[in-house]
């Protein structure tokens, strides 16, 4: 064989390739651990890279020598070489058993230390929708949002995950592995952040045509921080319009086809067909991470939200110019 | 046992007798086509057909690769994209891997077991027609614009009435029941084959490892398909009736969908790879030049995988919120399955150490195949381990593995029995100048493709997404798959030119081309259509490099052992052994070509039909018409038997 990949090589292409594609944007990367569960995964994967490394080239090498060996024609070696039991017996039964066994232990010792409840649990919970994600907190009665999910640093989280259509699966690679929503049953996920930040998610289990644009974020803050944000969403703070064109908007919100499937705390609003829009003005991206949160996207999306994502379940929504500009500012009010 | 250098392999017996040959030969032109029962003319349709599929599943992933090239292309819209990778996935498995091995298995075992055709040669027709037909099905989901959309997997709800209320869904669903239909078919008929017709002295224990391989494959298809069976007809019922088996606002259970599908979905990997190291299994000692070595620990971890592969299909299901206790002995499972597959390797290396190695053609994919599945294997290891799994599944980490194992460990070996069997099947050489490079090629492509999707699965990047954002730092890799890609079908397609040109071109490739140990290499290439005039008798492992010359049985008197020489042939006859000594016992007469078994097959693709377009009439006439095709069938006349 004239050509050897040894995993020593892989690793260095893998290393730099890490930081070569790094520097052209943000990877949510597993290994860039933030969560004591994606720390401890982590801890595993560099494990069983090493282990791998050493049974690819010491077996490549086998195999390449068996084929190097034979080819100069000294037929004498292949009498010096061991008998094809003992071969066996120590390449494909003793040193697997013995490798398997190191990982059978870190297997059963990881799985029993992940995800157990833990006393001083925040308690979220989550809808796998179609494309997005509902959010709400079980023990801050009114609060929901959808999509950013707002988690204080260093508390153990109890995400509790369900879906009242088809499967998905709620995947934030920075913090922790992933779990299904499944119609039928509540699954748990157990995390905790270990640094502030903000940690993007993806759905992970095909779940139709807008399966690609199903992202979502988890914004890690300091406690302190974290308590004034979910105060604030307990009270009225935030959602009165602040000018008249804003004012408007609510009017035309809550009259037409928008209130027919969202919901703004302290409305006449109080659909949850669509995602929960009382903090949307506080929000970073519009349709499940789809485009930023900007006015003009914004306006885009509600005229003709297949433009930005085909397939979304939201129809086109006829309104006058006017009504547009008037429903986006009020939706940007509310923070 | 055998020595490396060998004489010139020993004559063929005496055949060319006109005689014979028209007692067998088929109708020619359309009428032979289609009635044919010769389980040489099956095996290349299945194989020629496989590799259309293989072709057009290839063409799919190759446009899905520049929709990904970088980051929001509009090549493809959702809808589209979901739709190809959805029909890649099906025809690679269902229409392209599994059906090609039992190709092979039909071409090869009666010739490796000396045998004049399968136990049932007229199922075997059938069994093609019903793959031929059931891909012809789910393809004629293009034609009226409603192609499967639902993932190769299917899971429901998303494969519910309600949630995909088209026709697309049920194009896929009753496409698997029915070519399910071909491959528990043919895999019955191998066991019988290969527990009934061996020659003489073919014990168990001398075997060709590929027939070993195939009797494991049949094994493990027909206590596996009838649950993807199961999965997928329960949710036809649920679309097509209303029945709620999976709808659990009714009660159903969304979950045991997906135990079904796994209980066969994982066994359907080995059922793959089994068959794939058995053609390695018999390459290497041909281009080591010396017995395969540790025989009997190969063929017991064939078996041993059989069994294993039955109980780790929970590692499909690790994010489902089961038991964690439950998942930690799936997890067990999952990693001592890791065993026979080592056991394997370090027989395949033993062999080549003591050898002496020729890189042949199909040598290089064999040593392809073992580079590219050590990787697959190793990180099958780590999605076994549960917490690792948790991170990496359904990411591109998983899309990695799985190519590694299902493209580079089964497609290459069967690139290698490509060029190291057709020779036998046609007569012809293919040129191993072009051979090593298609191997080359498709070597890079495969590894520049597949190798940077286990770093993306560590950037986050999930399955099955049809587009990505600029600002995740994806495109550079992907790009760079995206490049492997096109460099591999690049490799794929020198290969198909070097058929066609060796058909046209190819050097005459004699009896024995390679030097092979088992018995196919004994008859002409291609073998006359009764294979054997008289059947070999078998008193080793390896005839063709320990018996010099081979010997042919004569027909005795009785008539236990009159089908064994050219009587036999003549008689359209083949001899039936005991299935452990392989003592003569009798007779099994061969059937005519026959148009029956097509005529069943059409009835049965218009009961699917008439599902799937809701018309009852259309079924009733095809169920009809399969029954009177099947008592036809039955019923033996003075002719059958002349």
Known sequence: MRRVRPAALAAVVAASSITLVSCRGHSPSMLDAHGTESQRVSGVWWLMFSLAAVV???????????????????????????????????????????????????????????????????????????????????????????????????????????????????????????VD???????????????????????????????????????????????????????????????????????????EACAGCHAVRGTQAVAQIGPDLSDFGGRQWIGSLTVPNTPANLEQWIVDPQSVKPGTLMPPTALSAEDIAAVTAYLEGLK | ???????????????????????????????????TVDHK?????????????????????????????????????????????????????????????????????????????????????????????????????????????????????????????????????????FTGLSTTVGSINFIVTIFKLRAPGMTLNRMPIFVWSMLVFSFMAIFAVPAVTLATGLNELDRLFGTSFFNPALGGSVLLYQHLFWFWGHPEVYILFVPATGMISQIIPTFSGRPLSGYLWVAGALVTVGFISFGVWVHHMFATGLPPVAMAFFSGASLIITIPSGVQFFAWIATMWKGRVRLTTPMLFGVGFLLIFLLGGITGVMVAVLPFD???????????HFHYVLNGAVVFPIFGAIYYWMPKMTGRMLSEKLGKLSFWVMFVGFNVTFFPMHILGFLGMPRRIYTYDNGLGWGGLNAMVSIGSAIFGLGTAITLFNWLWSRWRGVPAGDDPW????????????????????????????????????????????????????????????????????????????????????????????????????????????VGLAVVAVLWWSWRTEEDLT
């Open chain 2, 390 to 400: 948790w991170q990496v599944t359904d990411s591109y980490f998983v899309v990695a």
């Open chain 2, 41 to 177: 003319r099956i095996g290349m349709r299945y194989i020629y057909t496989c590799f259309f599929f293989f072709f057009v599943a290839g063409a799919m992933a190759l446009v899905m690769r520049g929709q990904l090239a970088k980051p929001n292309a509009d090549l493809l819209g959702p809808q589209l994209y979901n739709e190809l990778f959805t029909m890649h996935g099906v025809t690679m498995i269902f229409l392209f891997n599994t059906p090609v091995l039992a190709g092979f298995g039909n071409y090869l075992i009666p010739l490796q077991i000396g045998t004049r055709d399968m136990a049932f040669p007229r199922m075997n027709a059938f069994s093609y027609w019903v793959f031929l037909l059931g891909g012809i099905f789910m393809y004629s989901s293009f034609f009226v614009g409603k192609i499967p959309d639902g993932g190769w997997f299917g899971y429901t709800p998303l494969v519910s009435r309600t949630f995909s209320p088209g026709l697309n869904i049920d194009f896929w669903g009753l496409g698997i029941v």
């Open chain 1, 181 to 255: 929503t499944i119609p039928g049953q509540t699954n748990h996920l157990r995390l905790t952040a270990t640094a502030p930040g903000t940690y993007r998610g993806e759905c992970a289990e095909f779940c139709g045509i807008q399966h690609a644009h199903m992202s979502f974020q988890i914004i890690a803050d300091p406690p302190a921080d974290f308590d004034r944000w979910l105060a604030r969403r307990t009270t009225g703070a935030g959602l009165t319009p602040t000018s008249d064109q804003a004012a408007r908007g609510e009017l035309v919100f809550t009259r």
């Open chain 2, 1 to 35: 046992m055998a020595v490396t250098e060998h004489p010139p392999p020993p004559p063929s017996p005496p055949v060319d007798e006109p005689e014979l040959l028209e007692l067998w030969e088929d109708a020619p032109g359309i009428p032979g086509f289609l009635s």
């Open chain 1, 56 to 178: 690819y080239v010491v077996v490549a090498a086998f195999i390449v020598i068996a084929i190097v060996r034979g080819r100069g024609g000294k037929r004498e070696k292949a009498q010096k070489a061991p008998k094809d039991d003992t071969f066996i017996w120590l390449g494909g039964i003793v040193a697997p058993v013995i490798i398997l066994a190191v990982l059978a232990v870190v297997t059963v010792n990881t799985t029993e230390a992940l995800r157990n409840p833990e006393a001083g649990e925040l308690r979220i919970a989550v809808v796998g929708k179609r494309w997005w994600w509902d959010v709400t907190y079980p023990d801050s009665p009114g609060v929901r949002t959808a999509n950013e999910i707002h988690i204080p640093v260093d508390r153990p989280v109890d995400i509790e995950l369900t879906s009242d259509n088809v499967i998905h699966s709620f995947w934030v690679p920075e913090l922790a592995g992933k």
């Open chain 2, 515 to 622: 030097d092979g140990d088992s018995l196919e290499w004994s008859t002409t290439s291609p073998p006359p259509h009764y294979n054997f005039a008289s059947i070999p008798l078998v008193a080793s492992r390896h005839p063709l490099w320990d018996q010099r010359p081979l010997p042919f049985a004569e027909s005795g008197p009785e008539e236990d052992t009159s089908g064994l020489g050219s009587e036999g042939a003549v008689a359209r006859e083949t001899p039936v052994t005991s299935g452990i000594d392989t003592r003569p016992e009798g007779n099994l007469e061969i059937p005519h070509e026959t148009y029956l078994p097509f005529v069943v097959a059409l009835g049965l693709a218009a009961l699917f039909v008439g599902l799937l377009i809701k018309a009852a009439v259309v079924g009733v006439v095809g």
